[in-house]
């Protein structure tokens, strides 16, 4: 198992600079596509493995627990969890991608930045110091930046422009929290920090400004409202399999699960961090849905319903931080929080889908103008079904997983004293299930317009990354108990044990 | 010294939010960008700064209590040098990306971009 930790990180990493070799060689660089594939497979069986046994601790180079210094990686319940969202999420995408990347030039570039921007996030989901998740939130992040321009054309050029400019404004942010939480406690570890910031006075003017730094610079990344301008741009303009991936996993890894961290295992999830996650989360729940309603690109409108999702999985994770703060029920805390992290792992299975499947739809017709498409179910069947089985999970239709875990963030929010953000969620997934309705209408019944009356099946690469997804989207709902008991469960115990937790598994004294 | 040189930093920092949200102009926003990350590095060498401080380099023959009671903190300037990696990887694409844009639209001024809307 502990060899296994780094791994994750080593193997995308190795094969990314592999691809790039094998791509100058005459006669192997046809393989570049089967190498990314097979490192990404790798990954996700080393993930499972992972699932398997109990957390584990590495401290690379042999710097032990009791040093000051050092990397250290913990991988418990929650960077699990993420392990396999990741790797799952990315290993559709990647086989996707081998067939939908033909039409692109200079295809290694794209394959070696694709496996970086995976171990990048591995590796941003085992950080056990501060400074060592802000390094790999960069090398992810530029990573993405450079993907979102791969297409090179002007508008791809402009949206990842902007991308990176507000991007590095919140990785800015990011290192001025580490600084200021270093220049207060002298420890980089999560742990220790989590365990000197008391001591140092939890509401000190310190304290705050490096959590508010933090903070502001994470929900940057998440795209949360009102720091989500760059994601309406970004994430349409990649290539469809990076815009799986950005929508599908990078906002997760590097904004969501990077904010949950931080508030649960450093900060200790007080009551106002725990505020402005509700606040952040409840606003963009209702705004990114609104914006999303009227698009016409099938994935702007994607990418809106992304800031709209995020919103459910912070607003179930705040209310859980409040609940658990105020000393609340324990089990409404946690299911609050399993019902953030089923969430968040559903949103990365069927928003994934959704985009493929907008990528199939655009290569095969031209066009990602809903009103331009039209009776597609008939002469793509098979995208059809993957684009029909994502948007009834993202619309809240049973049985599929969107319905299960939305319907525990309502009745556990509800349950937890909010009625009215309760209601709030149930709006926006009845607003989600029309704005889906519309797209349905639009692509896939209906007479073929002209741009799609020639519109043929994709290719089976693509086609089977789409079955995969979409099985995955049924049986993740119906699966719903065994995936708690094995999957959530330890990940909601990691966040909620908050600072306590962390401490008596790494071993350390601060 | 004291806290004027944290003011410092903090206005530099403003410095360069200012330029990446107000300029219109590819190239300044990029320089906006860079003048931020200066501001951070700075803040980070000033976390480990001690005043009168030496060099943390352990001589021959020191002891290793000895040097840390009249060194700087070592560990900053690690970091700075991590970061300033990062800023250089990222100056290089955001100036690569600026020149594509200048190859198709014959322009830095972001007004004459408006291919995407809000």
Redesign the interface.
């Known amino acids: 198992m502990e060899t296994l930790v780094p791994l994750m990180v080593a193997v995308p990493l190795g094969v990314g600079f592999a691809i790039v070799a094998i791509a100058h060689i005459r006669g192997v660089s046809r393989l570049v596509g089967a190498c990314c594939v097979a490192g990404v497979l790798a990954c996700l069986v080393m993930a499972l493995v992972l699932l398997g046994g109990g957390t584990v601790h590495v401290y690379v180079g042999g710097w032990g627990p009791q040093r ?2 050092g990397i250290g990686m913990v991988c418990d319940g929650l960077a699990k969890l993420m392990l396999v969202t990741i790797n799952l999420v990315a290993l559709a995408s990647v086989v996707f991608a081998t067939a939908y990347m033909r039409r692109f030039t200079r295809v290694w570039l794209f394959y070696a930045l694709f496996s970086l921007m995976t171990a990048a996030m591995n590796g941003v989901v085992l950080a056990g110091d501060l ?1 060592n998740l802000f ?1 790999f939130l ?1 090398v992810a992040a ?1 990573a993405s ?2 993907l979102v ?1 791969f297409g ?1 054309e ?2 791809e ?6 991308y ?2 507000l991007g ?2 919140g ?2 942010f990011v ?2 929290g580490v ?2 939480l ?2 207060l406690t ?1 420890q ?1 570890n999560m742990a220790k920090v989590a365990a000197l910031l008391p001591k140092v006075g939890l509401s000190g003017p310190g304290v705050l400004l490096g959590a508010g730094a933090l903070m502001a610079g994470l929900a940057l990344k998440a795209a949360m409202v009102p720091f989500h ?1 760059w994601l ?2 970004a994430h349409p303009s990649a290539p469809a399999p990076i815009s799986a991936m950005l929508s599908g996993v990078l906002i997760k890894a590097s904004g969501v699960y990077a904010l949950a961290r931080v508030v649960f295992n450093v900060l200790g999830g007080g009551s106002h961090y725990a505020t402005i996650l509700i606040v952040l989360g409840g606003v963009s729940m209702l705004v990114g849905v609104l914006l999303a309603v009227g698009q016409w690109d099938f994935k702007r409108l994607l990418a809106y319903h992304s800031i709209s999702q995020m919103g459910y999985v912070l607003l179930a994770l705040g209310v859980g931080a409040q609940v658990a703060g105020a000393g609340g029920d324990a089990g409404i805390a946690s299911l609050c929080v399993f019902g953030g992290l089923y969430h968040l792992f559903n949103h990365a299975t069927f928003k994934s889908l959704l985009f493929l499947s907008s990528g199939s739809i655009e290569q095969q017709t031209g066009t990602r103008q809903l009103k331009e498409l039209g009776g597609l179910a008939r002469r793509m069947p098979v995208t059809s079904f993957g684009c029909r089985v994502g948007a009834l999970s993202i619309a809240g239709v049973p049985p599929f997983n969107g319905f299960f875990s939305k319907l525990i963030i309502i009745v556990a929010v509800a349950l937890a004293g909010r009625p009215v953000l309760a209601a709030l969620a149930a709006l926006v997934a009845l607003v989600t299930l029309l704005s889906f309705v519309k797209v349905q209408r639009y692509a896939l019944e209906g007479e073929p317009v002209a741009m799609a009356a020639g519109a043929r099946e994709a290719p089976v690469a693509m086609g089977s990354a789409l079955v995969v997804l979409a099985i995955v989207c049924l049986l993740s709902g119906v699966a719903m108990v065994p995936l708690w008991h094995y999957l959530f469960e330890p990940a909601g115990a990691a966040l909620l044990g908050g600072v306590g937790k962390v401490l008596s598994v790494t071993g350390v004294s601060p | 010294m004291g806290i004027a040189i944290y003011v410092l930093a903090f206005a530099v ?1 403003l410095v ?2 200012y330029a ?1 949200i107000a300029k219109k102009n ?1 190239i300044k ?1 990029i320089l906006g ?1 860079a003048i ?2 200066y ?2 590095n700075l ?2 060498v000033l ?1 480990g700064y001690r005043t009168g401080g030496t060099a943390p380099i352990l001589s021959r023959g020191e002891s290793p209590a000895a040097l840390a009671a009249t060194a700087v ?1 070592p ?2 300037q690690a ?1 700075v040098l ?2 300033i990696v ?1 800023g250089l ?2 100056t290089a ?2 100036v690569a ?2 020149l ?2 200048h190859e ?2 014959g322009t830095f001024d972001v007004e004459a ?1 408006r ?2 809307r ?1």
């Not at chain 1, 050029?157 to 902007?162: P, R, S, W, Y």
């Open positions: 000051t210094l400074f390094v960069e530029i930046y450079a321009a090179c002007a508008e050029l402009e949206a990842a422009f902007k990176a400019v590095t404004v990785s800015a290192l001025m600084a200021v270093y220049a002298g980089l301008a309406p741009d | 920092l360069g939010l990446v590819l926003v960008v931020l990350d501001a951070l803040l980070l976390v903190d560990l900053p970091l991590t970061s990062i990887g990222i694409l955001l990306m600026a594509r844009l198709k639209y971009m291919k995407l809000g």
